[in-house]
């Protein structure tokens, strides 16, 4: 959002394109990537975080290298689809990861601790906000890409629950 900012110069138009976007991005995500996540959550949440990752690769290396290159309202909108989109299949494809991993006596207890090791980790992710006012908002789209890289290769490691 604050590269779509800057580039847009605090254009107020963008705002109603950019809720479009998530209210359809979210509306696409639930029924779509919940039969895909159904057949293989595990490929759900790989595929997921290599587009994140691959989106903000692009959008690190345009802004970055390319400043000549002005974001477009429709180039803003469709990067902040894609981002919306990745982020509902990575939470779906975490639940129904968990939800096929766990059996009813165990259940309760993984999605205490899947949860809370979610929550550890936005808290965590406030390190981001204090590496986005030392450096600037490619080197934090930068570094959140290539978290979603690794994570897309630490996941596709795990054992395949669906079935």
Avoid at 64 to 90: E, N, R
Avoid at 111 to 135: E, H, K, P, W, Y
Wanted: charged share 10%; hydrophobic share 55%.
């Amino acid at each position: 959002m604050i590269l779509v900012q800057q580039q847009l110069q605090g254009e107020l138009s963008i705002l109603g394109w950019l809720i479009i976007a998530n209210g359809l991005a979210s509306s696409l995500s639930a029924p779509l990537i919940g039969k895909l996540a159904d057949h293989g959550s595990r490929n759900v949440m790989v595929g997921a975080a290599l587009l994140a990752g691959m989106v903000g690769i692009v959008t690190w290396y345009a802004s970055s290298y390319h400043a000549d290159l002005k974001f477009g309202i429709s180039t803003a909108v469709i990067v902040f689809f894609l981002i919306t989109l990745t982020h509902g299949a990575v939470r779906l494809g975490r639940k129904v990861y968990l939800v096929d991993m766990a059996n009813t006596d165990n259940r309760a207890q993984y999605v205490a601790v899947s949860n809370t090791v979610i929550g550890i980790a936005m808290l965590f992710g406030g390190i981001i906000g204090v590496i986005a006012d030392v450096f600037d908002v490619q080197t934090v789209i930068l570094i959140l890409s290539v978290i979603a890289l690794a994570a897309s290769i630490y996941i596709r490691r795990l054992p395949d629950v669906s079935g």
